[in-house]
T-cell receptor
Framework: AQSVTQLGSHVSVSEGALVLLRCNYS??????LFWYVQYPNQGLQLLLK??????LVKGINGFEAEFKKSETSFHLTKPSAHMSDAAEYFC???????????????FGKGTKLSVIP | NAGVTQTPKFQVLKTGQSMTLQCAQD?????MSWYRQDPGMGLRLIHY???????DQGEVPNGYNVSRSTTEDFPLRLLSAAPSQTSVYFC????????????FGSGTRLTVV
């Protein structure tokens, strides 16, 4: 079974500073990887996804992530944090359930991002 | 399109009561899932369905039942609510067998007292 580790349950950055949220996964084969964002009292919104095309993936709201197979990492970055980026971020990996013929998501435990004015 | 619609948004149950959380999607997605979200635990898969009439268990299925009589609807039933089932529940659907990710509903916040 896949596992996803997000380093840091809570990250604080100043407005305008670099955002770096870390995600490592366990997989013996190239996976499909995702970052989701959850604003307070809302559902999860897909930020970006890696599906074995370009290793640098650009998402919405200025976020991007780089797939590094050698490090089994998929860290999320944004050059300049905005107050509206304050939310919880989840990294997820999809795992093919060959019996069911479908992919199921395994989530990390989430990182709550605070942006300080 | 409405996407994935969950009802109710909030619910308080007494221990032992039963209820059904509703989930409907209008995107003709074959694949649907139920997750629960607990603080510090991320999201954990309860049950999923790969199409009408086909369901299977996820990581934490105990205490929950599902059925899939139509492509659009995937209700989650709590048979006898327990305080341990206090959580936020998310329904999700996918068109690509889940490979390209899932679209999530806005969630149901359930408290069992």
């Amino acid at each position: 079974a896949q596992s996803v580790t997000q380093l840091g349950s809570h990250v604080s950055v100043s407005e305008g500073a670099l955002v770096l949220l870390r995600c490592n996964y366990s997989s013996s084969v190239p996976p499909y990887l995702f970052w989701y964002v959850q604003y307070p009292n809302q559902g999860l919104q897909l930020l970006l996804k890696y599906t074995s095309a370009a290793t640098l993936v650009k998402g919405i709201n200025g976020f991007e992530a780089e797939f590094k197979k050698s490090e089994t990492s998929f860290h999320l970055t944004k050059p300049s944090a905005h107050m509206s980026d304050a939310a919880e971020y989840f990294c997820a990996v999809s795992d093919l359930d060959s019996g069911a013929g479908s992919y199921q998501l395994t989530f990390g435990k989430g990182t709550k991002l605070s942006v300080i004015p | 399109n409405a996407g994935v619609t969950q009802t109710p948004k909030f619910q308080v149950l007494k221990t032992g009561q039963s209820m059904t959380l509703q989930c409907a999607q209008d995107m003709n997605h074959e694949y649907m899932s139920w997750y629960r979200q607990d603080p510090g635990m991320g999201l954990r898969l309860i049950h999923y369905s790969v199409g009408a009439g086909i369901t299977d268990q996820g990581e934490v299925p105990n205490g929950y039942n599902v059925s899939r009589s139509t492509t659009e609807d995937f209700p989650l039933r709590l048979l006898s609510a327990a305080p341990s089932q206090t959580s936020v529940y998310f329904c999700a659907s996918s068109y690509s067998r889940g490979r390209d990710g899932y679209t999530f509903g806005s969630g149901t916040r359930l408290t069992v007292v």
